[in-house]
């Protein structure tokens, strides 16, 4: 037997390897083309029925909705004979399984939970168009159409850019309201009065300066029943940008010139950077000054430490998403307030955190058509009766038809209620008016631009550091950043 | 039948005197200058795996650190040149989580090797209940870090933690996550109540790899407990401190789930090292895939000249009969 002599060299065999590496590396790939609407076989004509058998997952944030649709997917696998896996954490995570399945062309997640600013916004190409499946005649059509659903909150949480598409279905409603415990300010409201010359109550006359000056009262004058008067979510996370931002706004300060208007359809070209305005760096001056009057562990809180706090008895008051009124009940319940958050020298703000499901638009056939299936019966007004009245917590409706039910209009002055978090409706439909509600900029670069925000403020809270010089650096990296 | 065979030395053998008894200092043999075709086809099946998992990824990375990377709508890389290198390279956050991340990694390796040395002196000269002990003492290396994480954080929330109760008990007041000053030495902690046990198991085995008679005969020399362990014990444990070192090193480099779960990064970046940044670039912010890469290479890197550094201080004089080759 003979063997070649022939050699490599090992220079000649890296080079071999890295060679072949590249070339499987480069090529890429392709997709797009619009929505199909496929009709599925099974049912017997039921159209509920015609993807029976078929299994699709659901991937969201860990939000109470959320929650309150995983206890109670019974009804839907009974309707459709659909199973549903439903997959809860925290949005972080949610936006990177996202970000990983939309690239890999494949669909792990069906359905998915569509925060406008950190999924929708940079990746609207990763989610189908409903449109063709809402205007498809192969499914049971959305009831109430789409005009039940709150029109902002139909912009602003199922549209990007263009009009003509609908990425997603408006899901849930979280808004920041003022929540205060109406036990202590009954104890304490006389004397506070008396002291403070105004009443201190959180409505709609409060101020800012005012909301600031009752947290020094308490903190000075409750310990006895209260550990501090006020908490905030500031930890370095996308809650500091949201409580920030309720005061920037109210202060007369936006991120960019087109202001508010980027909050409904979203924009490519948002103009520039403002946020460093000299409304921007008085907001900043002030929520600096309001967080030194907060419970000091503040700046470990995001808004569920923020509720833990609050249900732990340790805050007198604080902004929050309306949807931890729920757990509030449970721990106090009668003794909680809702109300409209302080007025700033400009106007009062709350800001906007609802968000829409959608599908992922790399779903075909039966996948596509029992996700779609799914998306209209999540966001149906009897699913959301369902969840309004959840154990588990449950949202707060996204379609004007079941805030006028009889037994749910019947529910909002009662306490305890058998719908927990309809006691905070009077106060977040006014929130939701034009000119309270915050909404924050849909840009692609958003996610980034959040991290800048709650970075430097998180610098500010903790270090000290000067207003000014925060903002005029949160306008410095912004500008690179739309670059 | 059989058929003798004879055993008896060839004429001119002859006894090895005492110095050749002695290792003896070999050469290596030169490895052939070329691979021989059969030789590569043979290896050709591992080479192609090898290739798959690591030259493929790595070369991957390497055009993307050129390039900017979409991936929504097919992946696409628009070559850039050097934009990422110079983008991440010039970004002072950068360095400050590189500066952040070496004092963390110099903490954490110290700790871990000084308190798991002690630890395994210990469980060595227990006698009785040792592997009681041991089970116990091991019992955090065997939670998921993403737990230990969750557990520090809710341990030390100022509303429920048991452990922030007790320092408030204690007159101390402060929220240790809240303060950047305390943050990453919390987050350290933490780390190194995890891996202090691994660390303790694996210089448990060394110790007990120590010959005993090397050991009796210092103590028939008169030589005391620190001066056996400085002079002897650890001299002969180096291989297996290395493999801790090395262990560990590898890790506390890609250190991320316990800062994700306590501090996520914050506050004011105190706990922002390298690992969290590149998350940051590949998975939160859009279409930066080119940073992310370019992060990792430099990480692949400065693991790489770790790596050479311990074993060039570990290694080198841990060359025995295997080491020698077979001449």
């Not at chain 1, 199922?158 to 009954?186: N, Q, S, W």
């Not at chain 1, 800012?208 to 009262?217: D, E, H, K, N, T």
């Not at chain 1, 959040?450 to 970075?455: A, E, K, P, V």
């Not at chain 2, 696409?76 to 990694?105: C, E, H, K, M, Q």
Request: aromatic content about 10%.
């Amino acid at each position: 037997m003979a063997f070649s002599t022939d050699a490599f060299s090992r220079r000649q065999l890296l080079w071999g390897g890295a060679s072949i590496a590249a070339a499987l590396a480069l090529p890429g790939c392709s997709s797009g083309g619009g929505t199909d609407t496929p009709k599925g076989s099974a049912g017997g004509g039921d159209p509920w029925k015609q993807f029976t058998g078929t299994t699709i997952n659901f991937i969201s944030e860990n939000t109470s909705p959320s929650a309150a649709i995983a206890a109670n997917l019974a009804p839907f696998e009974q309707l459709t004979g659909i199973t549903v896996k439903v997959q809860q954490m925290e949005l972080d995570k949610v936006v990177e399984k996202c970000k990983l399945d939309f690239s890999s062309g494949t669909a792990q997640n069906h359905v998915i939970y569509a925060d406008p600013y950190q999924i929708l916004a940079p990746m609207a190409d990763g989610l189908a168009d409903l449109r063709p499946l809402l205007d498809s005649g192969n499914y049971p059509g959305v009831e109430g159409g789409l005009d039940d659903f709150i029109s902002t909150q139909l912009q602003a949480t199922g549209t990007f850019i263009d009009d003509k598409k609908v990425f997603a279905l408006p899901y849930d409603a979280p808004t920041m309201i003022m929540h205060y415990r109406r036990d202590l300010f009954e104890k304490y409201g006389d004397r506070a009065r008396a002291d403070l010359g105004f009443d201190p109550t959180p409505s709609d006359a409060m101020t800012w300066q005012q909301y600031l000056a009752v947290a020094r009262w308490f903190n000075q004058n409750a310990r006895k029943d209260v550990k501090y008067g006020i908490g905030a979510q500031a930890k370095q996370h996308d809650s500091l940008q949201c409580d920030f931002s309720n005061v920037l706004w109210a202060f007369g300060g936006d991120y960019f010139e087109k202001g508010q208007s980027l909050g409904l359809r979203g924009s490519d070209d948002p103009g520039a950077v403002t946020v460093g305005s000299a409304a921007g760096v008085a907001a900043a001056t002030f929520y600096r000054e309001l967080l030194s009057a907060a419970h000091p562990s503040s700046t470990t809180w995001d808004w569920t430490g923020l509720a833990d706090a609050f249900v732990a008895g340790e805050i007198a008051m604080c902004p929050n998403w309306h949807e931890f009124a729920a757990g509030e009940e449970k721990a106090f319940p009668g003794k909680v307030g809702y109300a409209l958050l302080p007025k700033g020298p400009s106007r009062r703000a709350h800001i906007f955190g609802g968000t829409g499901i959608g599908i992922n638009a790399n779903a075909k056939g039966d996948e596509l058509g029992a996700a779609w299936l799914f998306v209209n019966w999540a966001t149906s007004p009897q699913t959301q009766l369902m969840s309004l009245g959840s154990k588990v917590g449950g949202g707060t409706p996204t379609r004007t038809s079941v805030y006028g039910l009889p037994e749910v209009k019947a529910e909002e002055g009662r306490s305890p209620s058998k719908f927990p978090n309809i006691r905070t409706a009077q106060t977040v439909l006014k929130a939701w008016q034009p000119e309270n509600i915050g909404l924050r900029p849909k840009v692609s670069q958003w996610v980034e631009l959040d991290t800048i925000i709650f970075t430097e403020l998180s610098k500010m809270l903790t270090q000290n550091a000067d207003p000014a010089a925060t903002m005029a650096a949160i306008q410095q990296q912004m500008q690179k950043a739309m670059q | 039948m059989s058929v003798g065979i004879s055993k008896a030395p060839p004429a001119t053998a002859v006894a090895p005197s005492p110095a050749d008894r002695r290792p003896r200092r070999t050469r290596r043999r030169r490895p052939p200058r070329g691979l021989k075709t059969f030789e590569f086809a043979m290896m050709a099946p591992a080479l192609t795996l090898l290739s798959v998992l690591s030259w493929i990824p790595f070369v991957i990375l390497v055009a993307m650190s050129f390039a900017k990377v979409r991936t929504l709508g097919g992946v696409s890389l628009t070559f850039t040149g050097l934009d990422n290198w110079t983008a991440v390279l010039g970004d002072p956050a950068v360095w400050a989580s590189w500066w952040r991340s070496l004092i963390y990694f110099v903490s954490i390796v110290a700790l871990e090797m000084l308190l798991g040395l002690g630890a395994a002196l210990v469980l060595h000269r227990l006698l009785r209940g040792r592997s009681l002990v041991l089970s116990i003492v091991l019992l955090p290396m065997f939670l998921a870090p993403v737990m230990v994480g969750l557990l520090g954080r809710f341990m030390l929330d100022s509303t429920i933690g048991l452990y922030a109760q007790l320092l408030q008990a204690a007159g101390l007041d402060a929220d240790l996550l809240a303060s950047p000053a305390t943050a990453l030495p919390v987050v350290a902690s933490i780390d190194v109540w995890q891996w202090t046990p691994l660390v303790a198991l694996i210089l448990l085995a060394g110790l007990s790899s120590v010959p005993p008679s090397t050991l009796e005969a210092a103590t028939v020399d008169g030589a005391g407990y620190f001066r056996t362990l400085v002079s002897i014990t650890l001299p002969q444990m180096r291989p297996i401190i290395l493999v801790a070192l090395l262990v560990r090193s590898m890790d506390a480099i890609r250190y991320f789930d316990i800062v994700t779960a306590t501090t996520n990064g914050g506050p004011a970046d105190a706990t922002k090292i390298i690992p969290l940044k590149l998350y940051e670039y590949a998975f939160r912010f859009n279409n930066q895939l080119g940073k992310a890469a370019v992060l990792g290479l430099t990480m692949l890197a400065f693991s790489i000249v770790l790596a050479r550094l311990f074993l060039r201080f570990f290694g080198e004089r841990t060359a025995g009969p295997t080491q020698g080759g077979d001449a």
